[in-house]
């Protein structure tokens, strides 16, 4: 009977011993788990703020690339505006003479053309800067898709 009495002792201690260890066991999990949520939290943070720069970077860019688009466009009308000066200039010259008055007809279609042209080429010029510009803002809605995405995948995740 002693023995039995012994053993159930020694069985009790043993279970008291297992149970303090399961939960130190249980302790040290727990401490475990919120390091890692906090290094969750803080990577999540980490790269919302990266995202947000690199935004803030595309949006910088695309409105550095309009000015300067802006700014090539304005100095192709100056110099179109300076060649057409140079036309009218020659056809004042040009009308002072009376047997040249035929050809300021022709010079003067000729402008009409060479307008037109003109026009056809900044069309055209303006037309793939439209593209650079068209193709840079997907790009920055793509950017803000997967911004978005990671925004909402990082509070879903909290």
Same mark, same amino acid.
């Given at each position: 009977m002693q023995q039995i009495e012994n053993q159930d002792q020694e069985q009790i201690n043993n279970s008291s011993q297992n149970i303090e260890k399961m939960e130190e066991q249980i302790d040290e999990l727990k401490n475990k788990i919120e390091k890692l949520q906090?290094? =969750?939290?803080?990577i999540a943070e980490q790269r919302k703020h990266e995202l947000q720069n690199a935004?803030?970077?595309l949006e910088e860019n695309i409105i550095?690339?309009?000015k300067q688009m802006q700014q090539k466009l304005e100095e192709i009308l100056s110099q179109r505006e300076e060649e057409i000066n140079k036309i009218?200039?020659?056809y004042e010259n040009?009308?002072?003479f009376s047997e040249i008055r035929n050809l300021k007809v022709k010079l003067k279609e000729q402008e009409k053309k060479y =307008?037109?042209?003109l026009q056809k080429k900044d069309q055209k010029i303006y037309d793939q800067q439209t593209k650079k510009l068209y193709v840079t803002q997907q790009q920055i809605s793509s950017a803000i898709c997967i911004i978005s995405a990671h925004l909402k995948v990082n509070v879903s995740k909290r």
């Open positions: 906090k290094t =969750k939290f803080e935004y803030k970077n550095l690339r309009e009218k200039n020659y040009l009308n002072s =307008k037109e042209n």
